[in-house]
């Protein structure tokens, strides 16, 4: 089944210790995004990844590394978290983009941070 | 600066009335909307697309209407059923943005037996 698979879908921690929130897509895309989604406003855009090696900021880079060292896995890191980042994270994936080209997301992973 | 949004934050039909959520864009350069639906406690699932050079498109029991005139989008769902209570959201893509794709906030919709 062609899906994109985070973990952990729940966590709760504490400022400051490290984590990391795994991405992987079965589909063979080029494309991987990750995405946080607050009340009330619609998904902003972390970080993107083009392809192998290829990652660019968003809209909100702030406070958050990549890294995509293979086509199929783009985790998320949180080297310091603060509570401000206590958000629903999702993960999506896509051929390409631009025209005809959707994305597919992830579960999500809600994280709260105290 | 620009963006997606919704007229109606909240929605609620009857089962088997049917629905349309709306969504307003602002940038008349977008080629691509695409429609998402996110139940509880999962990622958003595509639904319909439509290319700026269309102005309809319809799939099962749901149909996209693109208004360039008043950038205007919106998605209709025929015999609304229960499964289709979810929060429904708008993207559009910016070509000239490297295909950036922006996403509207979102419309719960909330089906009545």
């Known amino acids: 089944e062609a899906q994109v698979t985070q973990n952990p879908r729940y966590l709760i921690t504490v400022t400051g210790k490290k984590l990391t929130v795994t991405c992987s897509q079965n589909?063979?895309?080029?494309?991987m995004s990750w995405y946080r989604q607050d009340p009330g406003l619609g998904l902003r855009q972390i970080y993107y990844?083009?392809?192998?090696?290829?990652?660019d900021k968003g809209d909100v880079p702030e406070g958050y590394k990549v890294s995509r060292k293979e086509k199929r896995n783009f985790p998320l890191i949180l080297e310091s978290p603060s509570p401000n980042q206590t958000s629903l994270y999702f993960c999506?994936?896509?051929?390409?983009?631009?025209?005809?080209?959707?994305?597919?997301f992830g579960d999500g992973t809600r994280l709260s941070i105290l | 600066g620009e963006s997606v949004g919704l007229h109606l934050p909240t929605l609620s039909v009857q089962e088997g009335d049917n629905s349309i959520i709306n969504c307003a864009y602002s940038?008349?350069?977008?080629?691509?909307f695409i429609w998402y639906k996110q139940e509880s406690g999962k990622g958003p699932q595509f639904i319909i697309d439509?290319?700026?050079?269309?102005d309809k498109r319809q799939g099962q029991r749901v149909t996209v209407l693109l208004n360039k005139t008043v950038k205007h989008l919106s998605l209709q769902i025929a015999a609304t059923q229960p499964g289709d209570s979810a929060v429904y959201f708008c993207?559009?893509?910016?070509?000239?943005?490297?295909?950036?794709?922006?996403f509207g906030a979102g419309t719960r919709l909330t089906v009545k037996p």
């Open positions: 999506a994936s896509s051929l390409g983009t631009g025209i005809n080209q959707p994305q597919h």
């Open positions: 993207a559009e893509n910016f070509p000239k943005n490297n295909n950036d794709m922006r």
């Open positions: 940038n008349s350069a977008s080629d691509y």
């Open positions: 439509i290319r700026s050079n269309m």
């Open positions: 589909m063979n895309h080029e494309y």
């Open positions: 990844s083009m392809n192998v090696e290829v990652t």
